[in-house]
């Protein structure tokens, strides 16, 4: 069974600049997280997906960040324009919502941000 | 507000010496507690899942127990390759299922 794929998994950008980060969960799960993950924290939840819904995005920065999942599958992270605060490791996961409930979730890993 | 605190921060242990992280959480409606251990460079790996109060897992070296307020993994007689950062999760209520994680414990354990 092929994992979550990301991309790009490094990208290294100016401030003000914009980056796009691509996530592909495995087939058939249908939540879909973002997290933040700065260098010595634990991640931190941006954007919460049910299929094509949001779930949660309190936590997101919607002046500059943003998210989509079309048609419930792939989803897209923008941040425009890039401050230097957000170098960090950009992960996605995804779930399965069946029985027996697991609660695990499936990360890729990982788009590591650097903002000069 | 949902909050999932660890501690130590970070710890080092000799081979084979015993040790425990803790988790301490406040949530309402707990859904599931979860661990998970994530290597450098690399996403967390799932480790276990405690549904209530009472319930323990164990897997190899590792065992996870879990209270009304707080978790434990206790790490028993650990190898060096034990060593990563141990991550602390809990799901919230039916509505949202908001999962969040606590800051990790770097554990390194010395040959």
């Known amino acids: 069974e092929a994992g979550v794929a990301q991309s790009p998994r490094y990208k290294i950008i100016e401030k003000r600049q914009s980056v796009a980060f691509w996530c592909n969960p495995i087939?058939?799960?249908?939540?879909l997280y973002w997290y933040q993950q700065i260098l010595g924290q634990g991640p931190k939840l941006l954007i919460q997906?049910?299929?094509?819904?949001?779930?949660?995005d309190s936590q997101l920065p919607k002046d500059r960040f943003s998210a989509e999942r079309l048609k419930g599958v792939d989803s897209t992270l923008k941040i425009q324009p890039a401050k230097l605060e957000d170098s960090a490791v950009y992960l996605c996961a995804s779930s399965l919502e069946s029985w027996p409930y697991t609660g695990e979730l499936f990360f890729g890993e990982g788009s590591r941000l650097t903002v000069l | 507000e949902d909050q999932v605190t660890q501690s130590p921060e970070a710890l080092r242990l000799q081979e084979g010496e015993s040790s425990s992280l803790n988790c301490s959480y406040t949530v309402s409606g707990l859904r599931g507690l979860f661990w998970y251990r994530q290597d450098p460079g690399k996403g967390p790996e799932f480790l276990f899942t405690l549904y209530s109060a009472g319930e323990e897992k164990e897997k190899e070296r590792l065992k996870a127990t879990l209270t009304k307020k707080e978790s434990f993994l206790h790490i028993t007689a650990p190898k060096p390759e034990d060593s990563a950062t141990y991550l602390c999760a809990v799901q919230g209520p039916s509505g949202t299922y908001k999962y969040i994680f606590g800051t990790g414990t770097r554990l390194k354990v010395l040959a």
């Open positions: 087939s058939g799960h249908a939540t």
């Open positions: 997906f049910q299929n094509n819904g949001v779930v949660d």
